[in-house]
């Protein structure tokens, strides 16, 4: 059935147990981004170390898909360099904008290629984008105040 | 309002929609029921604009070939039903874009007041003057005050929602002053299906000699509407929310009031007397129609206001508080399902927006999608709204003539099961 190939147990997992959720300190930059088709939104913090993510933080309002998402992007980034979190954001941005005929890669994005449905549904695409935004902008706002 | 007509015959009626009969989503039943949002177009509409396109098809008001003249006819026809059907004059009604067109051509030609004539001067808007909304709008009437105060220096006041969903007019005397200019506000709210006392806020605006912009939307569709026995000054609706086509909507205005308003949209069509030093302009309504206007879609909504008046607007607002009615009951007996605005069908239309406990509205409207029905998810183009009622979204199920009880139970089990599987029921 469609809605258990977008739904996958492993999103509804990170959308009952989220990783990382919360805001904390100490952190570089914060990005607050909206959803303006359904108002959903997310604050998120990062905090970046001699060019590594050592924490993302985040809070917000929002479905299943965004927050599952936000908590999937934690998983990937925090330790890693920004080059290899952001090659992980492309490859994800990759996905979520293929209408579903893109092949993910799990080495690098894990459990992200459980929205490989979700890709399917243009409508759903920006939900789970909104936190992988806010993280690029957020980094992106470090490195200009560094 | 109650009908003693016999009630609609839905599945003649049906047979008329061809989209009800297709499928979605690996073969389920369409439930449309996100009218509100846009309606479902009859064969009639659509043959009649196919019809004129065939036989008629030319620019209106200009040219004086047969074709021309008969193109202007089947326009200025539609002007005609339509009038009639929402109770104004001929000359009262202008072809928009849409119905956020209308809004903003009302609030651009104040601001253009200023600079016009001194038969404008009425709607000149000074710094400090006080221009009124409420918080039930849908964006399309609520930016365009906001801008309009923005660039006047004009203050933005609004009436505030109760819990349950209507106006909160306790305070109408101190909200609306001696310094109102206008009183923009919506005669039944696109979220809540709350149909506002509209003769009481006339009433008052009138009294401060303030102008009246009603959103006519979700209530000309829906039911009968006289705007001369409203007594509103402006209003603004739109084609696709009465089985009419999209990309045009329709102003109403009060014929000694559209004669001083300055125009909006400038260029052709709408000038008397075009010099290079400057330009006089035309009566109302072409006043207001600057440039080519649409005319297949003025036709096919002149068809779908024929449509309505057969099938009788007081037989369908009878039929939508039927399926009100159910859809309340059946939702509201959910346990985790918290009915949003009014709990009751007292005073509104055919809106019911509700949420479910652990299930975000994106994700409920997924649900019910793949089992094929259609509700709108979101904030509805009113944010403002949500916020005061404590929602961050909503799921919203609106309903039309074409509608059944039987769909209004498809609803119910669809929430059933949007709960089972999210593992909350």
Redesign the interface.
């Known amino acids: 059935?469609?809605?258990q190939q977008?739904?996958q147990e492993i999103i509804?997992d990170h959308y009952k147990n989220p990783h990382g959720r919360g805001l904390r300190s100490p952190y570089d930059a914060e990005s607050f981004q909206v959803n303006p088709?359904?108002?959903?939104e997310v604050t998120l913090r990062v905090h970046v170390v001699d060019d590594v993510v050592q924490d993302v933080s985040y809070d917000g309002?929002?479905?299943?898909?965004s927050q599952a998402s936000t908590s999937v992007l934690t998983d990937l980034v925090v330790g890693k360099p920004v080059g290899e979190a952001f090659k992980k954001l492309d490859a994800f941005v990759e996905l979520m904008q293929g209408r579903g005929q893109v092949e993910p890669d799990e080495d690098v994005l894990e459990d992200g290629i459980a929205f490989a449905g979700v890709a399917k549904?243009p409508a759903?695409v920006k939900?789970a984008l909104l936190g992988w935004m806010a993280f690029k902008d957020a980094v992106v706002r470090s490195q200009g105040a560094a | 309002m109650t009908t003693t007509a016999a009630p609609l015959d839905v599945t003649a009626l049906r047979a008329d929609f061809p989209i009800l009969s297709r499928t979605v989503?690996?073969g389920k039943r369409l439930v449309y029921l996100d009218s509100g949002a846009t309606s479902q177009r009859p064969t009639q509409v659509l043959d009649a604009e196919k019809a004129f396109l065939q036989t008629a098809n030319a620019a209106v008001h200009r040219g004086a070939h047969q074709l021309a003249e008969e193109a202007t006819d089947a326009y200025e026809g539609a002007r005609q039903r339509i009038a009639d059907f929402v109770g104004a004059d001929f000359g009262e009604l202008v072809f928009t874009k849409n119905a956020t067109e209308g809004f903003n051509l009302v609030a651009y030609a104040m601001g253009n007041a200023a600079t016009s004539g001194p038969e404008a001067a009425r709607f000149v808007v000074n710094p400090g003057d006080e221009i009124v909304v409420t918080e039930m709008e849908h964006h399309a009437n609520l930016v365009p005050w906001q801008q309009l105060a923005h660039r006047t220096g004009a203050v933005l006041k609004w009436f505030k929602v109760t819990p349950d969903g209507r106006l909160d007019l306790s305070d109408i005397d101190s909200v609306i002053t001696p310094r109102t200019r206008v009183v923009a506000f919506t005669h039944q709210s696109n979220v809540l299906g709350t149909i506002n006392p509209v003769d009481v806020l006339v009433a008052a605006a009138q009294r401060v000699g303030a102008l009246t912009v009603l959103d006519a939307c979700q209530s000309v569709p829906h039911g009968p509407v006289d705007f001369h026995a409203l007594g509103v000054d402006f209003a603004s609706f739109s084609g696709h929310k009465m089985l009419g086509p999209s990309g045009i909507g329709v102003l109403y205005g009060r014929r000694e009031l559209l004669e001083a308003l300055p125009p909006f949209i400038t260029g052709g069509s709408m000038i008397e007397l075009v010099r290079m030093e400057g330009s006089t302009f035309a009566p109302p309504p072409q006043r207001f129609e600057a440039g080519s206007p649409m005319t297949s879609q003025a036709v096919g909504l002149g068809a779908a206001v024929d449509y309505l008046s057969v099938v009788g607007m007081e037989r369908i607002h009878a039929h939508e508080h039927a399926l009100t009615v159910a859809a309340l009951e059946g939702l509201g007996a959910i346990p985790g399902v918290r009915l949003i605005g009014p709990q009751d069908a007292v005073d509104r239309g055919g809106a019911v927006p509700f949420e479910i406990e652990g299930i975000?509205?994106?994700?409920a409207g997924?649900?019910l999608d793949?089992l094929g029905i259609a509700v709108r998810?979101?904030?509805h183009c009113a944010?403002p709204l949500?916020r005061c009622l404590n929602a961050?979204?909503s799921v919203r199920a609106t309903f039309y003539l074409y509608n059944t009880l039987d769909e209004v139970d498809a609803l119910v089990d669809g929430v059933r099961e949007a709960q089972k599987?999210?593992g909350v029921a």
């Open positions: 059935m469609q809605l977008m739904y509804l088709t359904c108002g959903d309002q929002g479905c299943s898909i549904y759903r939900c | 989503r690996d975000h509205p994106h994700d997924q649900v793949s998810v979101g904030h944010w949500h961050q979204a599987f999210f």
